[in-house]
């Protein structure tokens, strides 16, 4: 006899609309909404399996906002998205790494949401064949179809929907709405659907591993030295082990590591960016929303992440996410040490 539990699958689709109606006062807007997240996450995923073979690898010829030199995948993944978004008719504004500007969407196309993204992080690695990722955040706008662009620039902690989608030996979109819930899916190619393989996921409290670009290290202030330095070198009273060293460089698998076994993921200020580098409303914002409901934490080392509140769309901020006893010993270095972002570093 057939195993029912195999066959009865919980793809995303399924689950999406599972959530709706959980809560008998959804629209069913999110769930349209999430429809045009997953087409742009699938249609870069099949471009990044053949990028090398349909000549998209290598640059553009173009820099974004960030003065960072844009990789052909970058533009191409940018301009799927915003299509695919934009004709949901769920969403008035758009943030993205690679446009200067607020992508404002047509009156006659908007809806109630805000959507920011990094349509391909990490991509500098594509020509090496390492994971990248795209980064998503939602908001609803108090306004709705009518709402102003003033209404983008609020508290991490409005938002209601982060995700991001990696593209490596398979293609992993994690995503939650809150309430404690962080589901993984893979997608199955055969399927052309995202599956639920991580039901639940939690990130452990201590893990044994850290993820930073250590190059940096000369430029840190002392409160992040002194963490840092804390879990290489232990001391014998602690009982801790030193951790391991596990930098891919690109911010969703590395991400996508730590929610899984644990560990502290971190991007802090130094002399060179005193307010941090990594954008919040599109990378630290979502990441540190997943973190959260997943278990752990998110600081700038002084700040909850998602008590920011970014005064520009590119903003930038600090971050160290993972377990809650690793964040707790990440606030208590900077508690105890001078740090740039209380500016006690000279």
């Not at 993204?117 to 990490?122: N, Q, T």
């Not at 996410?321 to 270095?333: F, N, Q, R, S, Y």
Request: proline share 5%; aromatic share 8%; with cysteine.
């Amino acid at each position: 006899m057939t195993d029912h539990h195999k066959t009865n699958i919980m793809t995303l689709t399924r689950y999406v609309l599972e959530q709706q109606r959980i809560h008998p006062e959804a629209s069913g807007d999110l769930t349209i909404a999430m429809n045009g997240v997953q087409v742009g996450c699938k249609f870069v995923e099949t471009c990044v399996r053949k990028a090398r073979l349909v000549n998209l690898v290598g640059l553009a010829g173009n820099t974004n906002v960030q003065g960072e030199d844009q990789k052909k995948l970058d533009v191409l993944s940018n301009e799927m998205f915003v299509n695919a978004l934009m004709a949901s008719g769920k969403f008035s504004f758009m943030v993205s790494e690679e446009v200067d500007d607020i992508v404002v969407v047509p009156e006659e196309l908007r809806g109630k949401y805000c959507i920011t993204f990094d349509p391909l992080d990490g991509s500098s690695n594509i020509d090496a064949g390492v994971n990248v990722g795209t980064i998503f955040g939602i908001w609803r706008l108090p306004s709705g179809p009518k709402a102003t662009v003033d209404e983008i620039l609020v508290p991490g902690s409005e938002i209601v929907a982060g995700g991001y989608c990696m593209y490596g030996s398979s293609c992993n979109l994690v995503l939650t709405f809150g309430n404690n819930r962080v589901e993984g899916f893979t997608l199955d190619p055969a399927l052309g659907e995202f599956i639920l393989t991580h039901p639940n996921i939690r990130i452990p409290p201590r893990g044994k591993i850290y993820s930073v670009n250590e190059v940096n290290s000369l430029y840190w202030d002392d409160a992040t030295k002194a963490y840092f330095d804390s879990i290489k070198f232990p001391s014998p009273e602690s009982g801790l082990k030193p951790y391991s060293a596990r930098y891919i460089g690109s911010m969703v698998a590395d991400v996508h590591r730590t929610l899984l076994y644990g560990g502290v993921f971190a991007y802090p200020s130094d002399r060179k960016s005193r307010s941090g580098k990594l954008r919040i409303l599109y990378e630290s914002f979502p990441m540190a929303f997943i973190t959260e409901q997943a278990g752990g934490k998110a600081t700038t080392g002084i700040k909850r992440v998602l008590d920011l509140v970014p005064s520009h769309i590119h903003d930038r901020c600090a971050i160290f996410l993972g377990g809650t006893d690793d964040i707790a010993d990440v606030e208590k270095a900077f508690a105890n040490n001078t740090n740039w972002l209380n500016d006690t570093q000279k």
